[in-house]
Every structure is written in C-alpha cells, then in structure tokens.
C-alpha cells in the first residue's frame, strides 16, 4: 500500500499533505529536501504515520512518543479535590485525550491550539493554595486561551513534570511554526478524519457528505453525487487512494489565484524571473529580491505558496518587530494600558485573579491597574471596592508581574494605584514593592539632577514605574532633607475620598505623580511635567470635543490617563480611538472584554514588535502643530490618500454550530477604517449562501483617507442572519500605516484575538495619492 500512494516530487512546490504527518512537525528541515516522498492520502494517514517515523534515520521523536505514549497525573481542583487521571497525545499529534470518570462524555479532549501556554511549578493560583510548597518542582499548569479554567497538575516526580513541560512546549512550539499553506493543510486533512465514521480509510458518498458540511460547505444531494462521480474513476461505492487526492486538488483548487498567475505566467504556463518581478512591482509594490531574481521558473502551486508565506501576508513584515525610535520621551507613545486588571468578569460580583494580570502583562499590556484596600491580618488586598468582587493578596499580585511582566515585551511597566488603604498598610505595600521587584523598580529619578522631561522607554527597559499619589515634589529626591510628614491626598476614584498617605509609599512615585485635573491653562503653568491625571471617559470626550488641540499639547509634555466610566459594571469599553486622536498615552480598557474596542487595541498596538508601545506621529508631539482631529486645517498631518480594497476570498471559516451539523456559515466582509472623524467608514459585502469554506465576493471599496498616520483599518468576518443580529465569524485589525499594498492574505482571530489556524481572507489593497 505505501508504495501505491508514494509519490516522488521534484519540487517542494508540490508537496501538499505530508505536512500532516507527526515526521514534518519535528523536523522541519525535511520539507527544504529537493527529492522527498509526497504522502498525499488521508486514506492511510495512520499508517503512513508509522511508517514515517520506522525510516532509517527518521526514528520518531522522544518527546513526541513521550506524550503519545501518556501517563497518569493528579488534577488538582481544591484541597480536597486531587484525582489521578490519565493523559495522552492522540494520533493526530493536535488533540490531548483525557481520561473522565464521568459517566456521560468519558472521552474528553481538547485541541493544542487551545493551549496558551504550559508553566512550571506553583505558579497558578490553584496550584499555591491547594498544594504545598514541598511539592513546587512536581507541579505544572496548562493555561488555556479565553475564559477556560486552567489545568492544574501534580507529576510523580521532579523528572516527570519537567519531560511534561518540555514536551508540550516542544509540540506547541512546532505546530505555531507551521506556515500557512500547513496549518489549512493539516485542519483539512483532521476534517477528512473525522469523516470516515467506520475508520476504513475510505470515503463513500454519504462520508463525502459529512466531510463538505464539516468544512462549512452545504450543497445539493445532486451536486454531492456529481463530485462524487468526478472523483470515482473506479466506479466504486467508496473513493480510496488517487482517488481521495484527486478529490482533494479539486477541493482545494484556488480560482483566483489561477487568474491572478495567468495573467502574469507568459512562459508556457510559468512565471518566468521577469514575469515574476513584473508582478511585484505592479500588483505588490515591492522590489524583488536577490533570491527572486534567481528563480528560473514558478508554478502555479508555487505562486500560491509564495502569497501564502508569512512575510506576503497585510502586515509588513518590517513592523513585525521593533522598528520605531524608542529613545523618545516616554509622554510620546501611545501605551497599551488595563483598567480594573484584576476582574476577569464584570465590575459587579466577577471574580480577581492574579492570572487575569498575567493574561493583560502576556498580550504586552504596558500599564496595569491595582485597587488596593486594607485587607485581614494586616495584608492589602486588591478587589472592585463596596462590590462582591473577590479578594486577592496585594503581594501576590506584584510577585505575578515581577514574573510575567517582560516574557513578551521589555519595556517598562507602569502600575497605576488606586489607593484605599490606611497607613499601615500603605508602608506594607512600599515592603512589597522594593522587596519583590527589588531594582528593577525606579525609586529615584534616572541621572544625577532634577531632569525636566521623561526617561524614554529605552531607558527604561526592565522597569517598574508607579503611578500615585506623592507628598511633594520631585525635587526633594535630590535634596538631603527629605524628610515629609503623612498627610491628607484626594485619591482620583468617582468618589473623590480623602486618605493619609504614607510617605513610604510617596516615596516610590517618581515619574507618574497623581494630581487633580483644573484646566489645560493650569496644568500648563503649574504642573511639572511628572505631574499626571486621569479622566473619567465622559470628562475626557469632552474635552476631545470642545478642546482637541489643547489637549494634545497637554499630551506633548504630560501623560493622561483615560479610564471607563464606573456605570460601565459590565466591564464594557469605550472607544479608544477619539482618545488616541487627541495624543492620550494611557487609555485604559478592560482587557477581559471581547469585543470591538479591544480589537481596535490590538490592533493599534499590533506593529513596532507588539512592545506595547507605538511612538506617537510627529505631529502629535511638536509644540509648534496646531492638528485638530475634528476640523482638519491645513498642515503636514493632511495627507489626502485613497484606500483601495478589493476583497476577493476567503478560505475555511470556523463553523459557528458545530453541534447542528447542517448549520453553515453564510459569510460576509466588512471593511471598516477608524481615525480621525473624517476618515471613519464602514463597507460590506454581500452575503453568500452556504459556503465557509471557500466563498468568493470580488468586490471593490474605496476609502477617502485625510490623516492615515491614525488610522486603523479593520476586517470582519460575520454570519448573515435575516432574523436577528448577524453572528461574529472572525476579525483583523491593523494600522493603515502598515499594510502592505498588494495581493494579500488576512489571518482571522476570534473575538478573544487569538489566530484562527486554518482561516483567512485574500484581499488586494493599495494605498495611493487621492488624485492616483
């Protein structure tokens, strides 16, 4: 049977399945080889995965037969609630198997891609109180994406936890890595899987059927028999072998790809070096590169692999990391920033937890909030203040950020108090704060004199700032009298309670010192530049409305701080952009909610290494601009461009209902742009009937843009439904200012912005002069 489906290639253009098998995830040189064997058939998808691996010098993974092999851990839930269960990786190497004692839904699973990510010893919040600290080494935890609760686990030895760790992180890391053209590939190819209800490996038309609805497809009884037919060279009641590969090139088979190649392939059938260069200069807008230039000739299958790659994808690749200058003062970037980072939940009873704090720190969140109130035994907690939100140790929080805050991003933190505690306690939360963060946290002014402007973010890499109340100026840190009584501040909460602030506490607020907004005019003559506000969003729209170049002077040389309103109790937000017009650096949203405005955030913060940090456009930070984002007078911020968009496809779109196995999706595009009040627009496509898995719309939008260094633009995938409110498919947002013009693919995330492996629309998109 290998024989039989063993094909040579002489191209790494033609390989289309083998990516699937166990061998390509650990090693991935494999797929570089000019002569490799093209496993093409899901028919034998097993098998072929044996076989694989019993290659002479291809033997399988340790790691890999580690955790397809298993082993029994201790799930623990509560202090009483410690049960062993056993753990295995299925065959597919994509889906984790465990063991239920349940007597309804025994065989419980869940897939890798759902996985966030894998840590070692007590660092969940389930693990430190329901274990001791004798076991730390034994202990790990699987931390999923979104709101699913995280997996806490016991192995029976040091040994064992760690081959756990390794080899899950080891899989994960190699399924990320997948392009593309791979992931679609391999999510294919586990639907075909799925299908084969007897496990023959074989397709009868009825299996042909569940397979077309399992990719999103409803068609016809008579166009499924048709399919089936055209398939069926055997004239079978099943298709196997070519059969199934036959079924799968027409499955997969790219119209518009074929179009766009043809019209540039004057080769005979190829695109030639020069067809090549040819495309990019006038579809891509780039100019080839040195490998281009060397490439003899490109297939058909090779052109798609080349749109599929990751760098060919809307975003430039050039902003994927660092790239902007980061030795600006600090006021001159927009910071990714939470409110009430605590909750998970909604503002009224949801519960805190030190792991919403890392979820926020891990998406490069660069500005955290801590509610602090006097908590029992002396110890400050940290919770929504007068509600039934639960409690959490103000130390437990600080030791979650010292550890997770520069996993993603190394530039400074900023942790906003809003403080409620009495003194005591005050001086209990400075203890904590030097003696856990111990030097990465800024006690004193950088330099050697009083400075006169911000630190940038370059030099403040690897450090803590703290944002509250301060008993005198910054100049007494440089003064050898420094000595301050207690006294009696206004905190910056709705309800504007008085407290007596330790001086200890004081003593940590160097450069984001808390004071009471009066008037632009009265920051501007007598506020220092350390001396920061926060505005309630009512207070802060307003003044955007009525004062929009005031206020972004204020921004040039003072940092404000946005926040929700607190009627806001189901954690809803505001948007952020009017906020982000106006040059305010701290506009703070609750990261727990998924929706619109934290997408818009993900997207504004996307580019520049996904650091947390996006330096602010020039005209935003000169003292000489008069940028008004509501009236638009002439200056160097009116740059009058036309957006132009095409949106062509898109390819395998999740099912919404995966338990009503007829429900298919009906897709439709929207294009919508988010700036200035100019440039604010929204455009739709059609629906169409039926099809997720490969719909196309070719249809063409253009958009009037006057200021695109602020403008975001942002695609959304969604469910047409005629009766009620259209359903959420998928969504992606990014600057405008880092789209890559040309034929480009859009990766799609779920509303919690984690990728959506296999999806993605293909759109062209160019950005021109208005009078282009």
Not at 69 to 98: A, H
Not at 153 to 158: G, N, P, R, T, V
Not at 415 to 426: D, G, M, P, R, Y
Not at 552 to 574: Q, V
Request: hydrophobic residues 35%.
């Amino acid at each position: 049977m290998f024989d039989q489906i063993r094909l040579k290639c002489s191209n790494l253009e033609n390989l289309v399945l083998s990516e699937i098998l166990l061998f390509t995830l650990y090693n991935p040189a494999f797929l570089q080889h000019k002569q490799c064997v093209f496993f093409y058939v899901f028919a034998v998808y097993l098998t072929l995965a044996r076989l694989v691996f019993s290659r002479p010098g291809l033997e399988g993974d340790a790691d890999l037969q580690f955790l397809l092999t298993g082993g029994n851990l201790l799930k623990v839930r509560s202090s009483s609630w410690k049960k062993r269960r056993m753990y295995k990786l299925q065959e597919d190497c994509r889906t984790m198997w465990q063991e239920s004692k349940k007597t309804v839904n025994q065989d419980q699973t869940f897939p890798i891609d759902d996985i966030e990510s894998v840590r070692r010893g007590r660092q969940s919040e389930g693990l430190k109180k329901y274990t001791e600290a004798s076991v730390e080494e034994r202990c790990f935890s699987i931390i999923f994406q979104g709101h699913r609760k995280n997996l806490d686990l016991m192995a029976s030895s040091k040994e064992e936890a760690n081959r756990w760790v390794t080899s899950l992180e080891k899989l994960m890391n190699n399924i990320r890595n997948l392009n593309h053209k791979q992931k679609s590939e391999h999510w294919l190819i586990n639907c075909m899987r799925k299908a084969d209800k007897n496990k023959d490996n074989k397709m009868s038309l009825k299996e042909l059927k569940h397979f077309l609805r399992q990719v999103n497809i409803e068609v016809s009884e008579v166009y499924a028999e048709e399919f089936f037919k055209k398939c069926n060279k055997s004239e079978g009641r099943y298709l196997e072998g070519e059969e199934i590969k036959h079924f799968y090139d027409l499955l997969t088979h790219r119209e518009e790809i074929e179009v766009i190649f043809q019209s540039y392939a004057q080769s005979d059938g190829q695109m030639s070096a020069r067809d090549l260069m040819n495309f990019l200069l006038n579809e891509q807008r780039e100019q080839a590169t040195a490998e281009t230039k060397e490439q003899k000739r490109m297939t058909k299958d090779g052109f798609l692999m080349y749109l599929q790659q990751e760098d060919g994808s809307i975003l430039n690749p050039a902003h994927k990391t660092v790239y902007q200058d980061m030795s600006q003062p600090l006021n001159h970037y927009f910071i990714s920033s939470s409110h009430n980072t605590y909750l998970t939940d909604d503002q009224l009873k949801g519960p805190s937890s030190t792991e919403a704090y890392i979820k926020a720190l891990m998406k490069s969140c660069r500005c955290v909030e801590l509610d602090c109130w006097d908590g029992p035994n002396g110890e400050p907690i940290i919770y929504h203040g007068y509600t039934l939100t639960s409690k959490i140790l103000f130390r437990d929080v600080i030791r979650a950020i010292k550890d997770f805050a520069f996993k993603t991003s190394d530039y400074p933190v900023i942790l906003s108090l809003e403080n409620h505690c009495t003194v005591n306690q005050q001086k209990l939360m400075a203890h904590h704060l030097v003696s856990i963060l111990g030097d990465a946290l800024v006690t004193r002014p950088l330099g050697t004199s009083m400075p006169t402007n911000f630190p940038s973010p370059e030099e403040l890499r690897g450090k803590f700032l703290v944002k509250g109340k301060r008993l005198n100026k910054l100049d007494a840190a440089f003064s050898n009298n420094n000595t301050v009584e207690e006294d009696t501040v206004s905190e910056e909460d709705e309800a504007k309670s008085k407290i007596k602030l330790a001086k200890e506490l004081s003593d940590v607020v160097i450069y984001c010192k808390s004071v009471h907004f009066n008037s632009f005019e009265h920051a501007r003559d007598s506020q220092a530049f350390y001396e920061m506000s926060s505005f309630k969003e009512s207070k802060a729209f307003n003044l955007a409305d009525t004062s929009a170049t005031a206020f972004i002077h204020h921004n040039m040389d003072k940092l404000s701080r946005i926040y929700p309103a607190g009627s806001r109790t189901d954690s809803s937000n505001y948007n952020p952009v009017p906020m982000w017009n106006v040059g305010c650096q701290i506009v703070a949203l609750n990261f727990q909610t998924p929706h619109k405005e934290m997408h818009l955030n993900q997207g504004r913060f996307l580019p520049n290494g996904f650091c947390g940090y996006i330096l602010k456009p020039e005209f935003q930070r000169s003292l000489s601009s008069q940028f008004n984002p509501n009236t638009l007078t002439n200056g160097p911020w009116l740059k009058m461009k036309t957006f132009h968009v095409m949106v062509i496809s898109a390819q395998q779109l999740p099912k919404l209902n995966k338990e009503k196995q007829r429900s298919i999706v009906d897709p439709l595009v929207r294009v919508e742009i988010h700036g200035v009040p100019a440039d604010n627009c929204s455009k739709e496509t059609h629906y169409l009937n039926n099809n997720g898995f490969n719909p196309m719309w070719n249809e063409k939008f253009q958009f009037p843009i006057h200021v695109p260094e602020l403008a975001l633009v942002r695609f959304v995938v969604e469910d047409y439904d005629a009766a009620s409110q259209n359903d959420f498919v998928g969504q992606y947002c990014l600057p405008l200012t880092s789209v890559q013009n040309g034929y480009r693919h859009v990766p799609l995330l779920t509303k919690r912005g984690d990728v959506i492996p296999s999806a993605g629309l293909f759109v062209h998109v160019i950005l021109l002069d208005a009078q282009q």
